[in-house]
């Protein structure tokens, strides 16, 4: 049963602290997406990947948040500093997006959700 | 632009009622449409799709019909069921594959 996984599930950490977050995404899978859900903002996309090189990253505070993939298994998502703000539920979601194939499904991991102090 | 947008929530429905969440788009070319479901705690999971017009996605007694002339994509259920509580997403994904939109979420509160 392929699903994509994220670590840690739940991170409780102090303002002003490093934070990071990974996520396996489906062997195969060739995109990856970061998302953020708060109540307020609902779903927001942060950045996404594709064959491991970042195609769209324009809902990323830059001055603080940073995304890559070292490698295909990974992708990595840090906040530092962090702020009290970025407390939100983050996604992490892997899909295959094949030459002559014109739609995305998405396979959304169990999030991790963040609470900084 | 593209966009995506659902009725608002939240919805409250007794057990067996008919539900209709409410979907339209706005999209260039001919994107994909897809409707996803998040339970309390869990990531969203895809529950139907359609990739071209006329097409009806259906999973779990829910159905959708990809509406070209109408720009809509309406979530269906004959009879809910309590387990059918959950928050539900619209979504496209453009035809060049490379932009994916979600709307804002219904909630969907199911009552005995």
């Known amino acids: 049963d392929a699903r994509v996984t994220q670590t840690p599930r739940h991170k409780v950490t102090e303002m002003g602290q490093e934070v990071t977050m990974r996520c396996q995404p489906i062997?195969?899978?060739?995109?990856v997406f970061w998302y953020r859900q708060t109540m307020m903002q609902g779903l927001e996309l942060l950045a996404y990947f594709r064959n491991r090189a970042p195609l769209d990253d324009s809902g990323m505070p830059k001055d603080r948040f940073s995304a890559e993939m070292p490698d295909a298994t990974l992708a990595t998502l840090k906040i530092q500093p962090s702020e009290p703000r970025d407390s939100a539920v983050y996604f992490c979601a892997s899909g295959l997006r094949a030459s002559g194939r014109f739609y995305n499904e998405q396979f959304f991991g169990p999030g991790t959700r963040l609470t900084v102090l | 632009g593209n966009s995506v947008t659902q009725m608002e929530g939240p919805v409250t429905l007794s057990e067996e009622a008919f539900l209709t969440i409410n979907c339209t788009y706005t999209a260039t070319g001919y994107p994909s449409l897809f409707w996803y479901v998040q339970y309390p705690g869990e990531g969203l999971q895809l529950l139907l799709k359609?990739?071209?017009?006329?097409d009806k996605g259906s999973n779990k007694g829910f159905e959708a019909t990809y509406r070209k002339e109408t720009t809509s994509f309406h979530l269906e259920k004959g009879s809910v069921q309590v387990s059918d509580s959950a928050v539900y997403f619209c979504a496209l994904s453009t035809d060049t594959g490379n932009q994916f939109y979600f709307g804002t979420g219904t909630s969907l509160t199911v009552i005995p």
């Open positions: 062997l195969g899978h060739n995109t």
């Open positions: 359609a990739t071209k017009a006329d």
